[in-house]
């Protein structure tokens, strides 16, 4: 038996399904299933992903594929009632790629497959439209060219420039037939001059072309890049979608569009789309022409007609198919679609990109309306964009201040939410530039282009005078999460002059403006930016009652702690943060850093007498007078936690951190500490470290210091003992930092130990307590099994078990750290064909490595308890990567505790922890 | 069935023998075998180490045991025809333990067991000896109050020193009965008034305490730290040996005595021993008397009269037992005997202790005499002590010429071989001090005490006035492989004055003085210090064959050679410590840094060019100059290395490791490249990295700017090339440093790889070659079955895979390391009670931790060339560790394939890899 490589659709009948994304790829499984459900879609066929493997081993199309191609070929050929490379009526196709996974931009398409110097006059004639057919012939060329046959691009676009130079006319729109016919000419004969072969005449040559290049692409270097940044195996291969030709750009009675079956900015459940009247599908999406609303559910253009005004039948069709898809699909869906002389065709549905605020909303939404459970809404939330939530907004006064003042400027579309405010910078390099000086900046352009990200990227926000809600700046700024405005028509911006011009305003680079993503709003002058809604309710300024916003975020973390199993704790070292970090929903503090405590006011000068003691009892004086500060500072920290656990981790950072380093501050505390700055100098000599990273820090302080541990320890013990008497339930975590032996944690541990019988002996009162190490040297995981039979927790300390598993120094690593994550490969060394690390490991946990040893001594460690007959071990993590949703759904996997994450990080990692059980 | 818990010896029979160490501990089994060969041994018993376990868990003595005792102390009584308490004529015991491996000093020892204020006026009768009664009795209160009641034994000492005051006396010899008889009293008055409780005057009672006191001194921390250190099982226990007392010290026809059955200075086959008249043991051992030779083997101390001379009967006797025990142990006895009233009674034998010089000796004497075969000789060789062959001596010539200017001071005993010159220094603290400084010192003492440890490990050799060969100075320096003369007499050494009179001689602190630890000569002003024979032979100055030490040296290396399965190769740069290394029998380069090459010369020049170029183009026109010189460089050790192989590696330092930091050098640099200081300066802090072990360096520079890697590999290739063509086999293995993920091998090997094929199809010749890595990040070894894919070998770099498993910086790492190693408990902070580390994990590799990540990568790595149908993969360690003996014998049971060392640690890998063998 010979395997299926061909899958037909078209007509209401399919092959394939959406359930065979594996085989068919993510569109040609979306075609068969749109048309089964009776959606009009241009029949067509799918080539399988498996006949893509089979290419990438033959190096060529498997013997008897082109076969099975032609048969699909003429069934639809019947119902198109048109014939491919037909000399009067010819039938045109397209040829696309589609893979297992939505791969945006990285693989290649050709579309009007069948025209050639024949049938380019035949289709002239059987459209009625020579300039249609010219223009559809030279689009073939040049894609063709390009994608099949490998010639530069710019060598075809320049002979286009050049031909609209010597006409006068800025947009291809303008060029003629005429112009066309000798473009498509000088075309061929660069083809045949550049790359010594001709353009290929025949219609089934240039399909057999096109298939191959399509599965080529699969390997092409930027696609195998994508894909090993997220996740993609090289072995699924790409589908080729061959369908038939309809076309928005045949006339007035023809267009083309976007749809959303919701608003993906703030996710409204109304129908919105833009469209081009007389235009082919990339117009939209290239933002050259402003297109128009499909409908007036926003409005948006006013001044331009509807396609529920011009086409009214066409946008009934439509609304019913979004009724259809959405319903089938249970998700609000983004459509494509091509209306060819009146008759609507469905090219694409996909589950709509969309902001977080629109994403809240859509799956709280889709919950009520009983489309879908709480485990899918919950599933669908992007946890890492969570935080743009709780980004900033412009201030409604002072919005309704500057329209009062005059300083409203003008309004585009709401591209991307979020208020910024900065100044006007007009193009990327500077305000990348500007940004590094400390300013904030407001990048404002006519369009932008994939040039432009470092500058998008740094930028408050964005502000384009061009395109609509899906050109590039609107895209890319929602992928962002910067706030965007783009398609803000009055703007006249001179890139020479420096200047933009709206209106009678006149506004010069490094003048301050605004500008409201939400609303799409642009203001001159300062305009207050403020906290998010949900902050503001959580900080007590807005009723949670009056934020619909508030309530559905709510929601969604109720839902999430629902279903997660990991807890979620945060890093604080301020009875401030451990508060804002219960509002997010913290239950426990998994890291409170004491060396924060040890600066500010009369500490730092204790600490520093303590550093400059010369023996044990000088020592223990300086550190007499900190007991008071740091027990205060555990009452506030274990207050403000109460009933809930606090992690207190023991000074780490070596002692050279607490004096100055340079001769103008030592001579000013020489000064204050009544010595001679020559005394602080010889100290910070004496504690110069070449590699203070792997220095005397952490426990290694605290074993040759032991007072100081008694110290701290009295503190805690002290403090614990006071709040309980005033009947505050306290959970003191004692965590002994940067462990690597067992018996290192010995001996901390028999310090707290003893101090605590010391402090419960002299306050007559015991409070329970647990001591604990955190994981953070190689060697403690890999040693773990003997280190937990002393510890009754365990923290890993990620951070710096990135740095020394990596042998990566946090504070240096970023010069070759950004050759090795670079994805951009103009960017790299030679020979390098990958980025050596798909991710920055101190942002993303490196499951591989760091992760073994996580995983090792979890596993190690609890057995290790177990078989002892100790209590079992709780473990954690708590560094930064507790709040990164790949890391949560590591430690979900590894069966970790909690996770702990700074305070705004929080909302994520009880997101990400619910997901975790959700994907697995 | 009651278990046996006491094993009897006596009269020729015995109940244990010397292969139930387990059971009877060292000593008793030794005592017991000598027994059943006939030895006289005064007879005993041994309680089983077994007990001491059950002793542990009870916290008492087990039932039974005392009435096994019983029964066994009167089968001694027999034997010796005297009573344990009798009131005529008292038996006295000692208590000694003995565990199954010694533990020197570790652990206690009562003697005179059965004296009280009754039994000690007996003995006085009996013996005739009325001082020697009340000395052995106040001994015994000393002993016992100290060892069993807790007695501080400061508090007796006091007394004695208080009575020898009054008395005008130096010794306690000099005083007399009376004062002992006072003494006694004081002892008992102090026991009772500090301890509140009486010493037990029922000697059933003393036996009960003494053997509960040895069990207890089991678990004393000094007990546990030996154990923990030397990897002693505390589940082992101890035995405790209660033997009859026999006396050296009851008049002038009994002597105490220690013998080697070879000498243990320079292991020559002649019986050599040192004895006191009328003298307990430990007198031999405190040093304060210079004992008398037991014969003339060797001329030392030949103003007074020998054992064979004044008591030739006993003496015959002895070196019939020293026969009888070598040709039974078949090794070289460490013997301790006492003569009481003409009498010899032997009270051990062991294996003795020695020198690396008589080690090597007695080993290839002893297979000469056909007494052990090759393998056990090479077993008993100190493979951590071969070095010391290779130590200075003083030259011969220097010495005679000494000798004729009338600078030859004095001789005293050769208590520890090698020649040592430097100045003269008096107290340990000062020796410290002026090395610290630079100087060179000979630490001259009366005697030393374990308190001299400091000074005497940094002298250059040590020199005593008083102590025979076993007295503290001898046995430290020995163990230390310091040269040391001790017991020269004719020093008159005045602290105070800081001056050393020797006849007409008068010396002061800072004078050069010189001695020889082979011969005992003392010299004073400059005497050559020169290398050591097997030096002189291995650099050609001296014929092999006039030098015995080079051939039984050489001998042991061949029988090493033959057992051991481990490689040996050495960590060279240049050519001439290749060489050094091939003498020393390295089979090939383990290790080749070529950034040594960068340095010196021009080359520092160019590669400073490099640094400040601004862009890849000018990086290359500098690089282009460094190719000649590297080309050369490895033209020169692949050269020397010929026919082994070469294991090179890239370039690894951080880059500012090039530039001088110091502004002065920073201008002197400027001005010789024709820039400003300025631009070196903005260099060197553009290169600035805060932890520069994990910074910008290894293969991350490779990557980064693979220019580099490409010049490397050029010129090791063209070197290749032109080695191969003149006939010179070659063999580079080319080593990437710091590699932390599979990804950056490839991409290194990718350009090693393109730049061997275009060298090999330039030059029209092609090279075996490898392509490896060094193992040093903890990643690597974690991710090493990806890793090995791409690797022909792995290298541990075990000094900074031990930085980074740790988090130790070893340039910072010594404040806290020395706390967490220290062994002497007085030095310890608060709450230490053992070592944090066993050894310095820099010197002995972490078998824990660091071992097992080594042991991981090595599984791990070949397992994945297995499975993918590579090459085996070669594993070779190349840190200092490969040096190490342990280490050496944990690469051997991990199955590395070779270690690599410095030249001179060679020899030291080879024996161990053959130890390795032998003992698994």
Chains 1, 2 share one sequence.
């Not at 029949?43 to 082109?66: H, R, S, V």
């Not at 219960?582 to 303590?610: K, N, P, S, W, Y």
């Amino acid at each position: 038996m010979t395997t299926k490589r061909v899958y037909f659709f078209g007509n209401g009948e399919a092959e394939g399904r959406a359930s065979m994304k594996n085989l068919l790829g993510g569109k040609g499984a979306n075609l068969a299933e749109m048309t089964s459900l009776g959606v009009p879609v241009p029949p067509g066929f799918t080539i399988t992903t498996e006949t893509c493997t089979e290419f990438q081993k033959l190096g060529d199309l498997p013997e008897g594929l082109m076969a099975e191609v032609t048969s699909n070929l003429k069934r639809v050929e019947e119902i198109r009632g048109k014939q491919f490379g037909d000399l009067t009526n010819p039938l045109l196709f397209s040829v696309r790629s589609g893979a297992r996974v939505s791969m945006p931009g990285m693989m290649d398409t050709v579309l009007n497959i069948g025209l050639n110097d024949q049938t380019v006059e035949a289709l002239a004639t059987a459209s009625g439209d020579a300039r249609f057919a010219w223009d559809s012939y030279r689009r073939l060329l040049q894609m063709y060219s390009d994608v099949v046959m490998g010639l530069d691009r710019q060598l075809t676009e320049k002979l286009i420039e050049e031909r609209k130079e010597e006409r006068g006319v800025a947009l291809d729109t303008e060029l003629s037939v005429d112009d066309w016919r000798d473009l498509t000419a000088q075309f061929k004969a660069v083809i045949l001059d550049v790359l010594g072969k001709p353009f290929p005449q025949d219609p089934q040559e240039q399909l057999v072309g096109a298939i191959k290049a399509v599965f080529e692409s699969w390997n092409i270097p930027r696609a195998k890049i994508y894909r090993r940044n997220n996740n993609i195996s090289d072995d699924w291969g790409t589908a080729v979608n061959v369908q038939s030709m309809v076309f928005g750009n045949l006339g007035n009675n023809c267009a083309t569009g976007v749809a959303f079956t919701r608003d993906p900015s703030d996710g409204t459940n109304i129908f919105f789309g833009e469209f081009l009247v007389n235009a082919q599908g990339e117009d939209v999406v290239a933002g050259i022409r402003t297109p128009q609303a499909i409908n007036r559910s926003k409005d948006e253009n006013p001044d331009l007609p509807t396609l529920e005004e011009i086409m009214p039948e066409a946008y009934g069709e439509l609304l019913a198919i979004r009724e259809k898809l959405e319903n089938h699909y249970k998700d609000m869906q983004d459509l494509e679609f091509t209306i060819e002389n009146g008759v609507l065709w469905m090219l694409q549905t996909r589950n709509g990109k969309r902001t977080i605020f629109s994403a809240i909303r859509i799956a709280t939404d889709l919950v009520a309306q009983g489309m879908i459970d709480t485990r899918t809404a919950v599933a669908r939330i992007p946890a890492n964009e969570l935080p743009k939530l709780f980004a900033p907004v412009l201030n409604g006064d002072a919005k309704i201040q500057a329209e009062t003042d005059g300083l409203s400027l003008t309004r585009g579309l709401a591209a991307s939410p979020g208020g910024a405010a900065g100044r006007l910078v007009l193009d990327p390099d500077k305000a990348q530039e500007w940004v590094a000086n400390g300013d904030k900046v407001v990048l404002t352009r006519i369009e932008t282009s994939p040039e432009d990200i470092g500058g998008m990227s740094v930028a408050e926000g964005i502000l384009t005078a061009r395109g609509g809600m899906t050109s590039h700046a609107a895209v890319v700024a929602r992928g962002m999460g910067v706030p965007c405005v783009s398609g803000a028509g009055d703007l006249r911006i001179d890139y020479t002059a420096r200047t933009v011009k709206v209106g009678a305003h006149l506004l010069h680079e490094g003048d301050l403006i605004a500008i409201d993503g939400f609303d799409g709003r642009v203001y001159k002058g300062e305009v207050e930016v403020m906290p998010s809604e949900i902050l503001q309710v959580l900080s007590g300024k807005l009723k949670a009652e009056d934020s619909e916003l508030y309530q559905r975020y709510e929601q969604i973390m109720t839902w999430s702690d629902e279903i997660k199993s990991l807890g979620v704790r945060t890093n604080a070292d301020t009875p401030h943060d451990a508060t804002v970090a219960r509002q997010f929903g913290a239950t426990g503090i998994g890291l409170c850093r004491t060396e924060h405590m040890f600066f500010g006011g009369d500490r730092i000068l204790h600490v520093r007498e303590m550093i400059l003691a010369d023996d044990e009892q000088g020592r223990r004086a300086a550190l007499a007078q900190l007991l008071d500060f740091q027990r205060e500072d555990f009452i506030g920290i274990l207050g403000a936690m109460h009933d809930l656990p606090v992690t207190i981790r023991l000074l780490d950072p070596p002692l050279h951190e607490f004096l100055p380093h340079e001769a103008e501050n030592q001579a000013e505390v020489a000064a204050e500490m009544g010595v001679s700055p020559e005394v602080i100098k010889q100290k910070v000599d004496a504690l110069h470290e070449f590699n203070p990273m792997l220095g005397h820090r952490g426990c290694r302080l605290g074993i040759s210091m032991p007072e100081i541990t008694e110290m701290q320890a009295r503190a805690i013990f002290e403090a614990a003992v006071q709040l309980t008497r005033d009947g505050v339930k306290v959970f003191p975590e004692v965590m002994v930092p940067l462990i690597g032996t067992a018996a290192e944690l010995t001996h901390q541990k028999t310090v707290i130990n003893t101090i605590a019988e010391q402090v419960f002996a002299e306050q007559g009162l015991r409070v329970d307590y647990l001591v604990g190490t955190m994981i953070e040297v190689p060697r403690a995981a890999l040693t773990a099994a003997a280190v937990a039979t002393e510890a009754q927790f365990f923290s890993f300390g990620t951070n710096d078990l990135t740095q020394m598993t990596f042998g990566y120094s946090r504070d240096d690593a970023g010069k070759f750290l950004k050759i090795y994550t670079e994805k951009d490969s103009t960017q790299w060394p030679k020979y390098l064909t990958a980025p050596i690390l798909p991710n920055d490991p101190f942002e993303v946990l490196d499951r591989e490595g760091v992760g073994q040893l996580v995983a090792m001594a979890t596993q190690n460690g609890r057995k290790a308890r177990e078989e002892a007959g100790l209590s079992r071990l709780k473990v954690g993590i708590c560094g930064e990567h507790g709040g990164e949703p790949s890391s949560v759904e590591f430690c979900h996997l590894t069966g970790l505790d909690y996770v702990s994450c700074s305070p705004y990080r929080v909302p994520v990692a009880r997101l990400a922890a619910a997901q975790a059980v959700l994907n697995n």
